[in-house]
C-alpha cells in the first residue's frame, strides 16, 4: 500500500494512512492526522505544505509501524502515547485507563459546585482510583486553591500519574492506597474532605465479555467493576470513605449507562441526600453526586 518507500510523498502517505485506516474506525481521517503529526512531530497543515515531498524512510518506517499496530484494534491513545483531557496532556499507555470525554462531565460538575458555593474557599479534594490522573490534576489546573489527595493502587497507573502531575505542574498529593482498604482511612479522618470524587470500575460482567477490540488492550482491573452489577466500588467507596467528608461534603461519580438510578440508592443508605444526575454532551446521565447528611 505505500509503495516504493523511496519515492513516496508526503500527500501520498497522507492518503494512503487514511485508506488503511478507513476499515478500522469512522474517524479515520482525524488519526490519520494523528499518526502523522506524531511521525513528523509537526501539525498537519504545516505537513501538508510539504506534501510533494518525499517522506524521510525513518519516518516512513513510524508511520507504517503505527498504522499497522492500529490495524490491530490497539488503541490510538496508547500508540500515541499522550491523549488530552480537558484541555491538558496526558502521558498514557498500557496499565492505565485511557481518559475520556465523558469524565470531563465530572470535572465541569466538581468546578461548578465550587463556583456556586460561597463557604468553600479551599477545598479539599479526594480523586480515588485516579488512574492517570486526569480528573484530579484538571481540577487543580482549573482550581489552584485546592488541595487534592491523588490516591491510585496500580503501579502502573502510578508511574502516569505522577509523570502527568509533573507534566502539567500540578501540585497534588499522590498516595498510594487501596482505596477498597479501611487501613488507609485513619490518615484522612482529621483532614475533612469536602468532596470525595472517582471514576470507579463499573462494568458488568456481561460488559467485560463483549468488550469493544480497543478496550480491551485496557487494564481490566480499571474497568470491571466487580460484582455482576458492576457496582461493588460504588458501595465500598461510600460506606467506608464517607467518614472523612467534612459536614455537606459531596461525593462526586462518574457512572456507567443507566447506572444513575442504583447508584442514587446506594448513597441515599448511606444518608447522603441532595442526589443530583448530570449529563454529558451526548445526553446520558454520566455523573451521580450526593450530600453528606449529619446524623444525630
Known amino acids: 500500500m505505500y509503495g516504493d518507500k523511496n519515492m513516496i510523498t508526503v500527500g501520498e502517505i497522507y492518503n494512503n494512512t487514511k485508506l488503511l485506516l478507513k476499515n478500522i474506525s469512522t474517524d479515520y481521517s482525524f488519526e490519520a492526522k ?24 525513518n519516518i516512513l518506517e513510524d508511520i507504517h509501524n503505527m498504522t499497522e499496530k492500529r490495524k490491530t484494534g490497539y488503541p490510538l491513545q496508547y500508540i500515541l502515547g499522550e ?7 496526558f502521558k498514557i499507555g498500557e496499565g492505565v485507563l485511557i481518559p475520556r470525554q465523558d469524565t ?9 459546585y465550587l463556583k456556586e458555593s460561597e463557604k468553600i474557599k479551599n477545598p479539599r479534594i479526594m480523586d ?6 486526569c480528573i484530579a490534576v484538571s481540577l487543580k489546573k482549573e482550581f489552584p486553591d485546592a488541595e487534592i ?10 508511574k502516569y ?12 498529593h499522590i498516595i498510594k492506597a487501596d482505596v477498597l482498604n479501611e487501613k488507609y482511612i485513619e490518615s484522612f479522618c482529621d483532614k475533612k474532605i469536602d ?14 465479555k463483549n468488550l469493544q477490540k480497543e478496550v480491551s488492550f485496557e487494564p481490566s482491573y480499571a474497568l470491571y467493576g466487580g460484582t455482576d452489577d458492576g457496582l461493588y466500588y ?8 464517607k467518614s472523612v467528608l467534612a459536614p455537606e461534603g459531596i461525593i462526586v461519580y462518574e457512572i456507567g449507562i443507566n447506572q444513575h438510578n442504583d447508584v442514587s440508592e446506594i448513597l441515599k443508605l448511606n444518608n447522603f441526600n441532595n442526589i443530583i444526575f448530570s449529563k454529558d454532551t451526548a445526553e446520558i446521565i454520566r455523573v451521580v453526586s450526593g450530600k453528606k447528611q449529619e446524623v444525630f
Open 149 to 158: 489527595y491523588a490516591l491510585e493502587n496500580s503501579d502502573d497507573a502510578l
Open 195 to 208: 468532596i470525595i470524587v472517582s471514576n470507579p470500575p463499573y462494568l458488568t460482567k456481561n460488559d467485560m
Open 104 to 112: 470531563e462531565t465530572l470535572v465541569d460538575y466538581v468546578l461548578s
Open 234 to 241: 460504588y458501595r465500598k467507596i461510600t460506606e467506608i470513605w
Open 34 to 57: 494523528c499518526i502523522l503529526e506524531k511521525a513528523f512531530d509537526s501539525e498537519l497543515p504545516r505537513i501538508l505544505m510539504n506534501r510533494n515531498s518525499e517522506v524521510q524512510d
Open 83 to 89: 491523549w488530552e483531557f480537558y484541555g491538558y496532556p
Open 161 to 172: 500519574l505522577e509523570c502527568n502531575a509533573k507534566l502539567n505542574n500540578a501540585n497534588i
Open 128 to 133: 480515588l482510583c485516579s488512574g492517570s490522573g
